[in-house]
């Protein structure tokens, strides 16, 4: 099977290796160069714990306004602080 490396680095999977491995879109693939400059790709299966803490413990009772409004503050302070010193995040 072949595949063309567009101008921007990406190569389209071929359906019957999508199928076969039953990827899809947002499928993560794990890439090996080996010494002979052979490329291995493996699907990598998601992984509960890539999760973790993104969601608030169902036993967390409800925040205050006031708690709210202090982490709207805080979000908005570092967002707009001046960058000295700091890497750049991703928004």
Do not use: C, W, Y
């Given at each position: 099977m072949?595949?063309?490396?567009?101008?921007?680095?990406q190569v389209t999977v071929p359906k019957e290796i999508r199928d076969r491995l039953g990827l899809d879109a947002g499928s993560t693939l794990d890439f090996q160069l080996l010494p002979d400059n052979t490329i291995?790709?493996?699907?990598?299966?998601?992984?509960?714990?890539?999760?973790?803490g993104i969601l608030r413990s169902p036993h967390a009772g409800p925040l205050s306004?006031?708690?709210?409004?202090?982490?709207?503050e805080k979000h908005l302070r570092e967002k707009h602080a001046p960058a000295v010193g700091r890497p750049k995040t991703p928004r």
């Open positions: 072949f595949a063309t490396l567009t101008s921007k680095g291995t790709a493996r699907p990598v299966k998601p992984d509960a714990r890539r999760i973790r306004v006031e708690q709210m409004d202090e982490g709207i």
